[in-house]
């Protein structure tokens, strides 16, 4: 959920190095006041450092890969963070904290009072840990979703910046897609959440096939294609991989 927070504030923000820096300080502070409000035990600390060093990794380089991708000059940064490396230390830092939280299991520590909230609250008869991870899940998929996706779309050579001209609205329809496909797999609707795919893919067929081969700035039709269809599934891979870690989380 944090990570999220963070990305929905850098979203309205500069790329320039200060900015991004007090995102990333942010971030720190705000996750090290949140373990010492769970209280983790023993290997769990190791984990919240862990989880804590993954979110400013996590800032720091998708920002700088997003930037150097788009061209944009960011003199400031060492050189040798080339836009390959920045995005690698961003997704290698958000797995590293994922999974040191995961890992670490209930010695991470709880949230004791934001479930004796929930348990206060009209959500009382559903379990709060799960109410928690759902939240945190719909953050996700609003921005910090959106930059996965654009990070790897410049890394495989179809950058977005330049196809999204053209495919308009997916900035906006991706998170909308994403919080329903989220929506659907937490209800138990997989079939749903298929035909939202399969309803996606036919919208944008006609799209895909108008030739592009003049346009500026576009090498051709498949360009635009494998935008669609590397973007689309990323973002689809995303709010799978919530669904499967909410119901994990259920079933433990």
Known sequence: MLVGGLDVVRARQRLGRRPVLLVAALGTALSLLAAVLVGPEGAGWLAWIAATLGIAGWVVGSAVAVARFGGVATTRWPAALTPARAAGLAYASLLLGVLALLLAGPAAGRASFLLAGLDRSGLAHLPAERVLL??????????????????????????????????????????????????????????????????KSLLRFPELRVPRAGDPGYGGASDVTEYFLVGSFASWLVALSTVGLVALAASG
């Open 134 to 199: 759902v939240l945190a899940a719909l953050v996700v998929q609003i921005s910090t979703a959106n930059v996965i996706v654009r990070l790897l779309l410049d890394l495989v050579g179809v950058p977005a910046s330049d196809n999204e001209k053209t495919l308009r609205g997916g900035r906006i329809l991706g998170p909308m897609e994403r919080l329903l496909i989220l929506g659907l797999g937490v209800g138990g609707s997989l079939t749903g959440a298929a035909v939202v795919v399969a309803a």
